[in-house]
């Protein structure tokens, strides 16, 4: 359906996505003139369908709300999340760039049959201005909780509104679908990274997970990078519209594939209270299973198929970035505890993964940070975790098995290991779109293809004075300082693994090995 874009000049139109060009609207018209501008944005919104606006930079905001026909507002920025339940459970949560009234999804097991409609909630965001240059912002984020699906099904759904009807004709391109876990463990693959931000290779690095067809995604926290200078504190600099561009951008990936996020130092927005995660509680709906998901939206878990999930929050335990330090004062740690003890005495979990934004073992520019050690991996040891992913640094590094501080079995390219025995595999997977760091002086890459070991490696971790403790380190296995991610195959049955592969922006494969344990 061809709509002429009234109030934008055709070539500008075509350059801009959905959010851009209401933002453009916004900034440029008086409530009067938007009335009648954005109405065929909107249209054109309906038209652009499932696969989701492209990348976009941020532009004004209104200082003052508007109000517009729902007919006239066309959702984006749509992202999937489950809930405690992976199997019965889903949310929906998408943006709106305008107030709407009475929100839903339709939801139906044929995408021309959205016969069921569930009420949704606006969770509306309020940004103060904090300078000429950044005015004040009105966010509205927008959630659906689906509950009692049925286990191992695909589900069509549209998003809507008064005026906005996504089952209407016009309206049919716009909707999407997503499958719910299966009732009993069958092989299926997850992806991972963490350090995404807005830019064209955080776009291409979507598209190439895409491709691996996830049954879920985890993103290990410094999301959006709205917030620039990540100390959490009112002095760092930030602009709330970013979020716009980057849910547009994130869009047509997270429109099926759950997008599991937890929080990193640059996710603390310290204009939102409780701790900073006010904005983040406003834009996601993730399992509210943790400890308090009001003030740790980013702490929780699931099960899905033979693998158990843990989400932590660092800047909790934090020696490098203290803003948020002891901010559950200890609650997420015992919460932890219990939870790991939970997935073990569960029979139907062959493997648990846990993951969190700082670095527990790296050789990068943030390097190791002792408050993670100190907090947290005694519990992972006694539990048996058997992946542990992060961010923080931007590039890929994964050490050996380490047990008790050490190496407890060499883990080269394409090899196996028993966490049982060998110890714990750890991965620095934030190579995902911001620029990328590296390593120390003298240190090469090592990855498959192009394998450059090193005894040892001189690093250092954070400790509790915020001093940098110099270490040399032998578990350094593979490096690679380029845009990629993890993508992982869990095998269920009588011979369960994880089969865990990296790939680079590309796609092609920089590292892979496999995770086997031994009697339960």
């Given at each position: 359906?061809?709509?002429?874009?009234?109030?934008?000049?055709?070539?500008?139109?075509?350059?801009?996505?959905?959010?851009?060009?209401?933002?453009?609207?916004?900034?440029?018209?008086?409530?009067?003139?938007?009335?009648?501008?954005?109405?065929?944005?909107?249209?054109?919104?309906?038209?652009?369908?499932?696969?989701?606006?492209?990348?976009?930079?941020?532009?004004?905001?209104?200082?003052?709300?508007?109000?517009?026909?729902?007919?006239?507002?066309?959702?984006?920025?749509?992202?999937?999340?489950?809930?405690?339940?992976?199997?019965?459970?889903?949310?929906?949560?998408?943006?709106?760039?305008?107030?709407?009234?009475?929100?839903?999804?339709?939801?139906?097991?044929?995408?021309?049959?959205?016969?069921?409609?569930?009420?949704?909630?606006?969770?509306?965001?309020?940004?103060?201005?904090?300078?000429?240059?950044?005015?004040?912002?009105?966010?509205?984020?927008?959630?659906?909780?689906?509950?009692?699906?049925?286990?191992?099904?695909?589900?069509?759904?549209?998003?809507?509104?008064?005026?906005?009807?996504?089952?209407?004709?016009?309206?049919?391109?716009?909707?999407?679908?997503?499958?719910?876990?299966?009732?009993?463990?069958?092989?299926?693959?997850?992806?991972?990274?963490?350090?995404?931000?807005?830019?064209?290779?955080?776009?291409?690095?979507?598209?190439?997970?895409?491709?691996?067809?996830?049954?879920?995604?985890?993103?290990?926290?410094?999301?959006?990078?709205?917030?620039?200078?990540?100390?959490?504190?009112?002095?760092?600099?930030?602009?709330?519209?970013?979020?716009?561009?980057?849910?547009?951008?994130?869009?047509s990936v997270a429109k099926s594939v759950p997008w599991m996020v937890t929080t990193g130092n640059?996710?603390?927005?310290?204009?939102?209270?409780?701790?900073?995660?006010?904005?983040?509680?406003?834009?996601?709906?993730?399992?509210?299973?943790?400890?308090?998901?009001?003030?740790?939206?980013?702490?929780?878990?699931?099960?899905?198929?033979?693998?158990?999930?843990?989400?932590?929050?660092?800047?909790?335990?934090?020696?490098?970035?203290?803003?948020?330090?002891?901010?559950?004062?200890?609650?997420?740690?015992?919460?932890?505890?219990?939870?790991?003890?939970?997935?073990?005495?569960?029979?139907?979990?062959?493997?648990?993964?846990?993951?969190?934004?700082?670095?527990?073992?790296?050789?990068?520019?943030?390097?190791?940070?002792?408050?993670?050690?100190?907090?947290?991996?005694?519990?992972?040891?006694?539990?048996?975790?058997?992946?542990?992913?992060?961010?923080?640094?931007?590039?890929?590094?994964?050490?050996?098995?380490?047990?008790?501080?050490?190496?407890?079995?060499?883990?080269?390219?394409?090899?196996?290991?028993?966490?049982?025995?060998?110890?714990?595999?750890?991965?620095?997977?934030?190579?995902?779109?911001?620029?990328?760091?590296?390593?120390?002086?003298?240190?090469?890459?090592?990855?498959?293809?192009?394998?450059?070991?090193?005894?040892?490696?001189?690093?250092?971790?954070?400790?509790?004075?915020?001093?940098?403790?110099?270490?040399?380190?032998?578990?350094?296995?593979?490096?690679?300082?380029?845009?990629?991610?993890?993508?992982?195959?869990?095998?269920?049955?009588?011979?369960?693994?994880?089969?865990?592969?990296?790939?680079?922006?590309?796609?092609?494969?920089?590292?892979?090995?496999?995770?086997?344990?031994?009697?339960?």
């Open positions: 359906m061809d709509t002429p874009n009234v109030g934008i000049p055709a070539p500008l139109a075509a350059e801009l996505s959905m959010p851009e060009q209401h933002a453009y609207l916004r900034a440029k018209f008086s409530r009067r003139t938007v009335l009648a501008g954005s109405f065929a944005a909107a249209a054109a919104a309906g038209a652009a369908g499932c696969e989701g606006p492209s990348a976009a930079r941020p532009r004004s905001a209104p200082t003052t709300p508007v109000r517009v026909h729902g007919r006239m507002v066309a959702p984006f920025g749509r992202h999937l999340a489950f809930g405690a339940d992976p199997r019965t459970q889903m949310r929906i949560s998408w943006q709106v760039p305008f107030a709407v009234k009475s929100p839903y999804v339709r939801v139906g097991s044929k995408p021309w049959d959205l016969s069921q409609k569930i009420e949704a909630e606006v969770r509306d965001l309020h940004t103060p201005a904090l300078s000429k240059k950044l005015p004040a912002v009105e966010q509205y984020y927008v959630h659906a909780a689906l509950d009692g699906l049925a286990p191992g099904t695909t589900y069509y759904y549209g998003v809507g509104h008064d005026g906005f009807d996504p089952a209407s004709p016009e309206r049919m391109r716009t909707v999407c679908s997503f499958r719910t876990a299966p009732a009993t463990a069958e092989t299926f693959v997850f992806t991972a990274f963490g350090d995404q931000g807005v830019s064209h290779h955080a776009l291409s690095t979507d598209q190439v997970i895409r491709g691996q067809n996830p049954a879920f995604h985890l993103h290990a926290g410094d999301i959006c990078y709205a917030d620039t200078t990540g100390h959490g504190e009112e002095s760092d600099t930030y602009d709330a519209r970013v979020w716009d561009t980057f849910l547009a951008q994130t869009e640059h996710d603390m927005e310290a204009w939102y209270s409780p701790n900073g995660y006010g904005g983040q509680y406003a834009r996601w709906s993730l399992p509210d299973n943790g400890f308090d998901p009001a003030s740790a939206p980013g702490v929780y878990s699931f099960r899905y198929g033979n693998v158990g999930v843990v989400a932590l929050d660092a800047n909790d335990v934090s020696y490098e970035i203290t803003a948020n330090r002891g901010c559950t004062d200890g609650r997420q740690t015992a919460w932890l505890d219990r939870r790991l003890r939970a997935l073990r005495a569960d029979d139907a979990v062959d493997f648990v993964v846990v993951f969190f934004h700082h670095c527990a073992y790296s050789t990068s520019t943030h390097a190791s940070d002792g408050g993670v050690r100190d907090a947290w991996l005694e519990l992972f040891t006694r539990h048996q975790v058997d992946l542990v992913v992060n961010g923080h640094n931007h590039v890929y590094e994964r050490t050996d098995a380490i047990k008790d501080g050490k190496v407890g079995k060499p883990v080269p390219v394409g090899a196996s290991t028993d966490p049982t025995r060998d110890g714990i595999v750890y991965v620095t997977a934030g190579g995902a779109g911001k620029d990328l760091y590296g390593f120390g002086p003298g240190v090469k890459d090592s990855h498959e293809g192009n394998v450059h070991d090193h005894e040892s490696i001189a690093t250092f971790r954070w400790t509790r004075s915020r001093d940098h403790a110099p270490e040399t380190v032998e578990w350094s296995r593979v490096r690679y300082t380029g845009f990629s991610f993890l993508a992982v195959e869990a095998t269920a049955g009588a011979h369960p693994r994880l089969s865990v592969s990296a790939l680079a922006g590309s796609g092609e494969r920089i590292d892979h090995f496999e995770v086997v344990r031994g009697s339960r």
